[in-house]
C-alpha cells in the first residue's frame, strides 16, 4: 500500500514485465520471493506499507479452493 503526497514512484515487477503506476492509498499483493522488484523514484512523500503473512494463512485458500502456491514446489526462492 501506498500513502503520502508524491507522483512517480511506480512499482516495476521485472519476471511479468510490467510497470504499475501507483496512486496514494493503492495496494498491491504479490510474493515477492518470486517476482523481483523495485521502485522507481518518486517526487513528494512517498511512503510504502509492507506486509509479510506466514505460510499457513495460505492453508485456507489449499483447503477451500485447491490453490497450490509455486514456491511450494521450488527448491528455493532467489531474492535480487
Same mark, same amino acid.
Given at each position: $500500500?501506498?500513502? *503520502? /503526497?508524491?507522483?512517480?514512484?511506480?512499482?516495476? #515487477?521485472?519476471?511479468?514485465?510490467?510497470?504499475?503506476? $501507483?496512486?496514494? *492509498? /493503492?495496494?498491491?499483493?504479490?510474493?515477492?520471493? #518470486?517476482?523481483?522488484?523495485?521502485?522507481?523514484?518518486?517526487?513528494?512523500?512517498?511512503?510504502?506499507?509492507?506486509?509479510?503473512?506466514?505460510?499457513?494463512?495460505?492453508?485456507?485458500?489449499?483447503?477451500?479452493?485447491?490453490?497450490?502456491?509455486?514456491?511450494?514446489?521450488?527448491?528455493?526462492?532467489?531474492?535480487?
Amino acid at each position: $500500500m501506498t500513502a *503520502g /503526497d508524491f507522483t512517480g514512484g511506480a512499482l516495476v #515487477l521485472y519476471e511479468l514485465g510490467i510497470v504499475v503506476e $501507483m496512486a496514494p *492509498g /493503492d495496494l498491491m499483493l504479490f510474493p515477492d520471493c #518470486l517476482i523481483t522488484h523495485r521502485n522507481e523514484k518518486a517526487n513528494g512523500k512517498r511512503i510504502s506499507i509492507v506486509t509479510f503473512t506466514q505460510e499457513n494463512i495460505y492453508d485456507y485458500w489449499h483447503r477451500e479452493y485447491n490453490m497450490k502456491l509455486r514456491r511450494q514446489t521450488q527448491k528455493y526462492c532467489k531474492k535480487m
